[in-house]
């Protein structure tokens, strides 16, 4: 963001707060992932406004310090939505420190009912974004009653467009289950799951994501299966890669291995349904094969 | 920026850290032991794995490991020429083990290093509560062992002739040194308390050789350049941690130019 358009943040969020009373003000919104911020945006439409935090695919969610204009959005915010697992526990520190009175707030891992230890990629297993869909519709409604008929029509568009994914998830599911495929990271690890796919080398995705070393007999077993064409596709981390992970892709290009490129964040100015299907489709091309 | 209460907590918990990190950091350049700092906000890693992977709660693993790590850099490198050896020694070994303990770790460790990445503008009213007394305890601790400390780091021979057990003194100090560090480190970040640790204490020691005016002008330097640089970030938007180095690291720059003028 250049110093103009930051300027500019800065001026719209501080008109934002002094005109907080005012009748026909959007509602402030801050998501700390821009896929939840997206889907916020898509049920909210003209009434919400909302600041996505992680919204760029180049940089690595874990590693982040949060800025003094983050921590700003969220004393002004009436609803906040973020990940939880400890995926994004800056969020949860800054909204201690922010506190804000009758912010609403939605935490999609308690909201599924997940525990930290699980995988954090939530917005991957296709039965989330509905539930979270609901839930932000609930929200808005809670908060801002007047506009109440306009959310529910927003939801059950949204609602639609996502069944559409389910329905092409159901199809995929169909032709491929039991496929083998193996992953960089465990970022598409539940939707594989939702596919019926069979995931393999987990070890070593967990390794690369905690950030220690997948142990000798994982990478062994990696290239084994690569080098032997035992999976069909490689899922590739674009966006947190280590060298152990840029090798299993070089390596997975010469034996004829399948690349599927897949982000953890949302790449700018996409939609959650039209990100979701790009990877879908990616990934029939390739399954095809 | 006072309306904010991220920012009042912000003040509050800045103001908190660099006093305790500037009084125990005069003493760390004092005795060339920065390093020291630098390991005992990392060794921590391990005691947070460890205790992911047995069930127990990643904080109380995190300060018991850096306390025994504080302790061990102290047995082992009681003198001081050769003590970088223990200290590296122990950072390592304790990266190593923190390693192991995530290979056996079968799930996400995303709550183990969650604990390593603290912000200066995250902080709630109970961890403010939380992290004064710790650094009450700190530096009532430090006071009483002020004495000899200074014995055994200026004149260890005569410190060891007079019967000052210098292992013990120097493991004492370090004890205290690991208890501040796994204090403020989760709260504030590891560069921030590494910085306040070593900038202003060397800063003061280039201003002044006396013992009572460096230890204050090393606290009021930390928290002018931690007050300074929460109000730049503020008004910049630049990370925090970035103005506090700045500053620190400026400070000292300018004091050893006036050091080396008046000589």
Redo the contacts between chains.
């Keep these: 963001m250049s110093a103009l358009t930051k300027l500019f943040a800065f001026a719209a969020l501080a008109l934002s707060t002094a005109l907080a009373s005012a009748a026909d003000q959007p509602l402030a919104v801050v998501a700390a992932e821009n896929f939840y911020g997206d889907l916020v945006q898509q049920v909210g439409g003209p009434h919400v406004q909302v600041t996505s935090i992680m919204n760029n695919p180049d940089q690595d969610p874990h590693l982040f310090e949060a800025s003094v204009s983050t921590a700003r959005a969220l004393s002004a915010a009436r609803l906040v939505i973020y990940n939880g697992m400890d995926y994004d526990p800056w969020m949860t520190k800054l909204l201690t420190a922010a506190r804000a009175q009758g912010r609403a707030e939605i935490v999609v891992g308690r909201l599924l009912g997940k525990r930290s230890g699980d995988n954090p990629h939530l917005w991957y297993d296709p039965a989330t974004m509905p539930t979270v869909a609901r839930a932000i519709a609930a929200r808005l409604q809670a908060v801002d009653p007047a506009h109440s008929a306009d959310y529910r029509r927003n939801l059950d568009q949204v609602l639609a467009s996502l069944a559409v994914i389910g329905q092409h998830v159901q199809s995929l599911r169909v032709r491929y289950a039991g496929t083998a495929v193996t992953a960089t990271e465990p970022v598409f690890g539940l939707m594989a799951q939702a596919l019926g796919l069979t995931m393999r080398n987990e070890r070593f995705q967990l390794a690369v994501m905690n950030n220690t070393e997948p142990s000798a007999s994982d990478i062994a077993a990696f290239e084994r299966d690569l080098k032997s064409r035992q999976v069909r596709v490689l899922f590739y981390n674009n966006q947190a890669s280590d060298p152990s992970a840029k090798r299993m892709r070089t390596l997975a290009q010469q034996s004829g291995v399948k690349v599927v490129g897949i982000s953890e964040t949302m790449p700018a100015g996409r939609h959650y349904q039209d990100w979701m299907r790009s990877q879908l489709d990616q990934l029939e091309k390739a399954l095809n094969h | 920026m006072f309306e904010?209460?991220?920012?009042q907590?912000?003040l509050i918990a800045g103001g908190i850290v660099a006093l305790l990190a500037g009084v125990v950091g005069y003493f760390l350049v004092l005795r060339g032991q920065t390093f020291a700092g630098h390991a005992l906000s990392h060794v921590g890693f391990a005691g947070a794995t460890g205790a992911v992977l047995i069930g127990l709660s990643p904080m109380g693993g995190l300060i018991a490991v850096t306390l025994a790590g504080g302790m061990a850099m102290g047995y082992f490198g009681d003198r001081l020429q050769g003590s970088d050896i223990a200290i590296g020694s122990v950072l390592s070994l304790s990266l190593g083990v923190g390693?192991l303990f995530?290979?056996f770790?079968?799930?996400?460790?995303?709550?183990a290093?969650?604990l390593l990445?603290?912000?200066v503008?995250?902080?709630?009213?109970d961890?403010l509560w939380w992290l004064g007394i710790m650094a009450l305890v700190s530096l009532v601790v430090l006071a009483c062992l002020a004495r000899p400390l200074l014995f055994i780091s200026l004149q260890p021979e005569l410190a060891e002739a007079k019967g000052v057990s210098l292992r013990l003194v120097s493991m004492l100090f370090l004890a205290i040194v690991a208890l501040a560090t796994a204090a403020s480190v989760q709260i504030v970040?590891v560069l921030l308390v590494f910085t306040l640790m070593v900038g202003p204490g060397a800063t003061a020691q280039k201003l002044t050789v006396r013992l009572g005016p460096g230890i204050l002008l090393a606290a009021l330097i930390a928290l002018a350049e931690t007050w300074l640089g929460i109000a730049l970030?503020?008004f910049t938007?630049?990370?925090?941690?970035f103005w506090i180095t700045a500053l620190s690291a400026t400070a000292y720059m300018l004091a050893s130019l006036q050091a080396s003028r008046n000589t």
């Design positions: 904010y209460d991220f920012m907590h912000a390693m995530l290979h770790y079968t799930s996400y460790a995303t709550q290093t969650a990445f603290g912000n503008l995250g902080v709630g009213t961890t970040g970030a503020y938007d630049w990370p925090t941690s």
